[in-house]
């Protein structure tokens, strides 16, 4: 079982940045491949960024790259989004998740979730 807790959201003037965080319970983070998602009212969850569960393989969706940057700290049972450069196209619940099955961009790939942090940008 692993529990996640997001933090980091909040509201933010376009083009302004933000470093969200989540934290993972238990021992076994460094066996999971994690994914940084977002859910917009009324869209579906999509996926923004997803880390190996090494670190050593990095996947973005399009409209991150080059904004967005995801990393991990395995001693640390936390995976990080920075984010820059926001639009108010990225207002969404961002979600974090933790998989077995390595990395993925489909939300079904994945076991837990956390309860999601709130991004809000301001145009």
């Known amino acids: 079982q692993v529990q996640l807790v997001e933090s980091g959201g909040g509201l933010v003037q376009a083009g302004g940045s933000l470093r969200l965080s989540c934290a993972a319970s238990?021992?076994?983070?460094?066996?999971?491949?994690m994914g940084w998602f977002r859910q917009a009212p009324g869209k579906e969850r999509e996926v923004v960024a997803a880390?190996?569960?090494?670190?050593?393989?990095?996947n973005y969706a399009d409209s991150a790259k080059g904004r967005f940057t995801i990393s991990r700290d395995n001693a640390k049972n936390t995976v990080y989004l920075q984010v820059n450069s926001l639009k108010p196209e990225d207002t969404a619940v961002y979600y974090c998740?933790?998989?077995?099955?390595?990395?993925?961009?489909?939300?079904?790939?994945?076991?837990?979730w956390g309860q999601g942090t709130q991004v809000t940008v301001s145009s």
């Open positions: 880390i190996s569960a090494g670190g050593g393989l990095i």
């Open positions: 998740a933790a998989g077995r099955s390595g990395i993925s961009r489909q939300p079904g790939e994945y076991d837990y």
């Open positions: 238990g021992r076994t983070f460094s066996v999971y491949a």
